[in-house]
């Protein structure tokens, strides 16, 4: 029998897993989706310095600091090092950047100010009225990376991963919780696992686990929305120098740049809804400090989670702390065999998995202590792999491959080196044939949403318009595919793609990529399926995410 099942393929699962295997305890995780299925993908991509949370919130501040120093030492294939800045515009109150600057030297972040001439150069299109700026180690991270990282490491130590299988139900002995009913999505059976211990890290849907224990857990879904714009309007991520509130921070990733976001508690986890109107708010908030962000190409918007722990006051969701907490039922309850860690952000998604695992060890008997900080998560790509696909593309699509496939780049490598490997498929993110087919091979039955998460493909500024078609048919022509499975296959991925720029866009905008979707459409008699049954839900259709 497991030792433990840990509930949940985000950061915060994909964390303690590794941390399991690595103080030697035999585990489990399940998801119900592909991973990162939820929040962890659908977020704004920060790794906080800590500095938004300086003056208000001095715990998560501090956790911040910390942790986003040991993450870029343990992950650095997952974090992008741009750093960050603070501005200050006119009509923010020079008081609070006083306030500001005071708390991030008590809470131990390093800030230094810019000169404003250089700052104009350097981001030439921040708005004319900053006075002050302050830089910050902020940095972007990729969510993907960071969870597929801590999976591989996981797996290589014997942990095991389970995902299209959803939790229906706990295995109840007595007041005891000794397991999980799945729902197999793929074949719609049901299973069940047996272990000691569950831990639940699912996120904004922990409350419901734990309902299935009939215990209380307080957790709030707190939806945001972000922007993606094409290209980047930022070198950095640019936080606005106020009090926190929405629409105040740009974040570079790839090639594109996120801007966000919003803060509405929702009744339930799964309502990713993009209201129009907080689409006109980010736009109008973002443009008092990048002035470009009120006319600039938007790519799509999406929606996340938050899962927030806590009731908090008077239904603003910007009261409840950042922090973290995790229960042990045992305790709290009176029921034995599951822990729940809820609340926190990705940026401290180690550190809410060590203390988890710290409370399961106890129950456990396992005496190892968390290495998590101390270990790289992988070792460095396999410097003959990337002579290889240096070879093949250059050094600088390379470190993009190498990045993208930290853990299989020799089978990579292999599959780019056939013919046609290196034609590139989707342009906006330079991902190349083979790069998809190795990619697709190690997966049981990929879809385009699966591939998009691996690789980037159709994240950029065609959203697959282009490269979702030829990597169907690159899928069909390789065997991976059946061919009558093609016309499904790209009618979800442009569905769920479909979703994100229509509550982007407005004007002429929506106008030209409605005529293109519609003369794809009529091209290859692709249907779009009906709004509500995108990959997110589809079994084996593939999670579909931002
Ligand atoms: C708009 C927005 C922007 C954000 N920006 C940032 C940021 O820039 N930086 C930062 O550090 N944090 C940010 N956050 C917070 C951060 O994204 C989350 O705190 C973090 O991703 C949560 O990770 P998690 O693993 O706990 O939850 P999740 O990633 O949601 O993982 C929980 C998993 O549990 C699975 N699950 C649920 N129910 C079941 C079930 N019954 N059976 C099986 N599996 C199940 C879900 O499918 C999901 O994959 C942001 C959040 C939002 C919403």
């Known amino acids: 029998m497991l030792q433990a099942i840990v509930i949940g393929g985000g950061a915060t699962g994909a964390g303690i897993l590794r941390d399991l295997a690595m103080r030697g305890v035999s585990a489990a995780l399940v998801e119900q989706g592909d991973l990162v299925h939820g929040t962890s993908s659908r977020y704004h991509g920060l790794l906080h310095s800590g500095g938004r949370y300086a003056v208000k919130d001095p715990e998560s501040a501090r ?93 290589a130590l014997g ?13 109840m002995d007595g007041r005891r919780v000794a397991g999980v ?70 974040v570079p990733a790839g090639s594109v740049t996120l801007l ?129 696909v240096v070879h093949l593309v250059g050094r600088d699509l390379a470190r993009a491959v190498a990045d993208r496939h930290p853990a299989t780049l020799p089978q990579i490598a292999a599959a780019m080196e056939r013919p046609g490997g290196r034609q590139v498929v989707c342009e906006c993110e330079q991902v190349t044939a083979g790069e998809l087919v190795g990619t697709a091979r190690q997966l049981e039955s990929p879809s385009l949403g699966d591939l998009r998460r691996r690789t980037r493909l159709g994240m950029g500024t065609c959203q697959g318009g282009f490269c979702g078609y030829r990597a169907a048919l690159l899928l069909a022509r390789e065997g991976i595919v059946a061919p009558e499975q093609v016309p499904a296959l790209l009618s979800r991925f442009q569905a769920e793609r479909w979703r994100g720029v229509r509550s982007g866009l407005g004007g002429l905008e929506i106008r030209a990529a409605e005529l293109n979707y519609a003369l794809a459409r009529a091209q290859l008699a692709v249907e779009p399926v009906p709004d509500g049954e995108t990959e997110a839900v589809t079994p084996m259709g593939g999670a579909g995410h931002d």
């Not at 009913?181 to 409350?207: C, D, F, H, S």
């Open 63 to 155: 956790e911040c600091a910390v942790e986003n120093q040991i993450v870029r030492r343990i992950a650095p294939f997952a974090v992008e090092p741009c750093g960050g800045l603070f501005v200050r515009l006119e009509q923010d109150d020079p008081e609070y950047a006083r306030q500001w600057v005071a708390a991030c030297r008590e809470a131990g972040i390093p800030v230094e100010e810019v000169d404003l001439e250089r700052l104009r150069r350097d981001e030439p299109l921040l708005a004319g009225s900053v006075r002050e700026a302050y830089a910050v180690p902020d940095a972007a991270v990729d969510g993907w990376r960071l969870v597929q990282g801590n999976v591989a490491a996981a797996e």
């Open 159 to 171: 942990a095991r991963v389970l995902t299209y299988r959803r939790v229906v139900g706990l295995l």
């Open 181 to 250: 009913r799945l729902l197999n999505l793929a074949t719609g059976e049901e299973e069940r696992l047996e272990a000691e211990l569950v831990i639940n890290a699912a996120g904004a849907w922990a409350g419901r686990i734990a309902a299935m224990a009939s215990v209380p857990l307080d957790v709030v879904a707190d939806r945001g929305v972000l922007l993606v714009y094409h290209g980047r309007l930022t070198s950095r991520v640019v936080n606005r120098l106020r009090r926190p509130g929405n629409g105040d921070i740009f």
């Open 260 to 388: 966000g976001t919003t803060a509405t508690p929702v009744p339930d986890p799964d309502d990713i809804t993009v209201p129009p109107e907080e689409v006109a708010e980010l736009k109008r908030l973002g443009a008092e400090m990048v002035p470009m962000a009120a006319t600039a190409r938007i790519l799509r918007a999406f929606a996340g989670v938050r899962p927030l722990f806590g009731k908090g006051t008077g239904g603003s969701t910007r009261e409840i702390s950042r922090g973290f907490a995790v229960i042990d039922h045992a305790a709290e309850h009176g029921v034995p065999g599951l822990i729940s860690v809820v609340g926190g952000k990705l940026t401290t998604y180690r550190l809410m998995a060590e203390k988890a695992v710290d409370v399961a060890a106890a129950h456990l008997g396992v005496k190892a202590p968390c290495r998590t900080a101390e270990e790289p998560i992988l070792p460095p790509p396999d410097p003959k792999a990337v002579e290889r």
